[in-house]
């Protein structure tokens, strides 16, 4: 069924409507959707290198708005329809250690989950059913989103074609590597 959809979403790359379709995609990514703005906005920018940086703005404050909408499900529909998708991906035990974890580090958890392949809806609605201040998650949501979508979108500026399997394959590994090490630093910093 994935492999459908991804297949669907990159055919969606050909049409005159794709930027709209890109926005639509990216938003309903950080809420409820399975698969990666990344499907669309890859061919996208292969198709019109001098719009990278342009389609991967569009991304990033599309995956943020879609972000505040995941945001609202968890403090207005946590029960009805939060639960139900955090069900789905199988993250609903440990909700209240999280709560507690994430009433602390929510900007880190942000950052680190709008970068990597984590699925990022179900740290989006776990902010709003935590109520992490909407401010932080917004700037957070923004920073690592941006991080994200703009590091492809330059990947495939510079290197065209010949990144793709890289960024569809492993750039998610490397970011998770990256961050690790970034944090670890950061620990290693503090406990000196």
């Known amino acids: 069924m ?32 399975p698969i990666p703005p990344d499907a669309l ?18 991304t990033t404050l599309a995956s943020v708005a879609g972000g505040v909408l995941g945001y609202f499900i968890g403090v207005y529909l946590y029960d009805k329809v939060g ?33 990597t392949p984590f699925p990022f809806k179900v ?18 949501t923004l920073i690592g989103r941006g991080i994200r979508f703009f590091t492809v979108a330059a990947l495939l500026w510079r290197f065209g074609e010949p990144i793709r399997d890289f960024i569809e394959k492993r750039l998610g590994t490397v970011f998770t590597i990256a961050l690790l090490l970034l944090l670890g630093g950061f620990v290693v910093v503090w406990a000196i």
Not at 123 to 140: E, K, M, Q, V, Y
């Open 41 to 58: 906005m890859i061919p996208m920018i292969l198709a019109r290198p001098k719009r990278a940086f342009f389609i991967a703005g569009v």
């Open 83 to 115: 639960v139900p998708v955090l069900e789905f991906y199988g993250k609903t035990d440990a909700f209240d250690v999280f709560q507690t974890f994430y009433n602390k580090y929510g900007a880190v958890v942000l950052l680190f989950s709008g970068i």
């Open 123 to 140: 740290t989006t609605i776990l902010s709003g059913a935590t109520g992490l201040n909407l401010a932080t998650f917004i700037i957070f």
């Open 2 to 33: 994935l492999k459908r959809l991804y297949n669907w979403t990159m055919s969606l790359a050909q049409t005159r409507h794709a930027l709209w379709l890109l926005a639509l995609i990216s938003a309903v990514e950080a809420s409820i959707f």
